[in-house]
């Protein structure tokens, strides 16, 4: 049932019901998918949230046990790495994994690519389904792990998942992300493939370049709609911040 639908749904319900002013609508008369996209849209804005609806009533209580709940909740409240020992968090983190929830593959990805030498295969691999499954952090870490690769092929595909990002104007909102859930990863030398060569060939004289050259600070993402300007001299300036990210120089 949509959203709309359900709402429609309620509002009848509530004119069938109503025999004073102050009469409502028992949340035990609601149906239980209605109760699940309520309780998995509060759990996706973060996890504090689901905990506080939890304690509501039993029906939302009942609610948050479902798989849907489970996918959708935020895992914001949690490092990417836990450094110490926390069962509940290591159980609840497990159960969410189990249930296909996007961020938990998305996290599996990071850990992987960026854990061991040996895990970069599978890691991008693991980032690259959470993306098409429409992550977007995932989408703009596979994005610039892509652009920062020799292979002109990889680059490409970067361009693609960068290009998504920048029409939906979220592409400052995802680095900003990425990097608050990076603070708890341990940046080890070499975890980051530097490519030397820019993206724009005609840099020294790229009109688009030279424009936004010493003032190109986006604060939000509205900053970024400027189309009209150099899209290599864009992405260049990108793989800057990405490359701080992890102290590559
Ligand atoms: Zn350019």
Not at 1 to 22: D, E, H, I, V
Not at 135 to 155: F, P, Q, T, W
Not at 219 to 244: A, S
Request: with cysteine; glycine share 4%; aromatic share 10%.
């Amino acid at each position: 049932m949509t959203y709309s639908r359900l709402l429609k749904w309620a509002r009848t319900k509530r004119r069938s019901t109503r025999k004073g002013p102050n009469s409502t609508v028992s949340l035990k008369s609601l149906p239980k998918d209605l109760l699940v996209k309520v309780v998995a849209t509060v759990a996706s804005h973060s996890f504090t949230n689901l905990l506080a609806i939890k304690q509501c009533c039993k029906e939302f209580l009942d609610a948050t046990e479902d798989r849907y709940v489970l996918q959708s909740v935020s895992l914001d409240a949690f490092p990417l790495i836990q450094w110490l020992p926390n069962n509940k968090a290591s159980f609840f983190l497990n159960r969410c994994r189990e249930n296909e929830n996007v961020e938990s593959l998305y996290r599996e990805g990071l850990r992987k690519y960026f854990g061991n030498a040996n895990g970069k295969i599978d890691g991008l691999c693991i980032m690259n389904k959470a993306a098409q499954k429409g992550h977007n952090e995932a989408k703009y870490v596979c994005g610039m792990i892509s652009l920062c690769s020799g292979d002109d092929e990889l680059r490409k595909q970067g361009l693609e998942y960068m290009r998504f990002l920048r029409k939906s104007k979220c592409v400052v909102r995802c680095r900003k992300k990425v990097k608050q859930l990076l603070v708890s990863l341990w940046k080890k030398p070499r975890m980051l493939n530097h490519n030397l060569s820019p993206l724009c060939k005609f840099k020294s004289t790229c009109k688009g370049w030279r424009v936004k050259t010493g003032r190109w600070v986006l604060l939000d993402d509205d900053d970024d709609d400027d189309l009209g300007l150099c899209e290599h001299c864009r992405w260049d300036h990108e793989l800057k911040l990405f490359y701080h990210l992890f102290n590559v120089h």
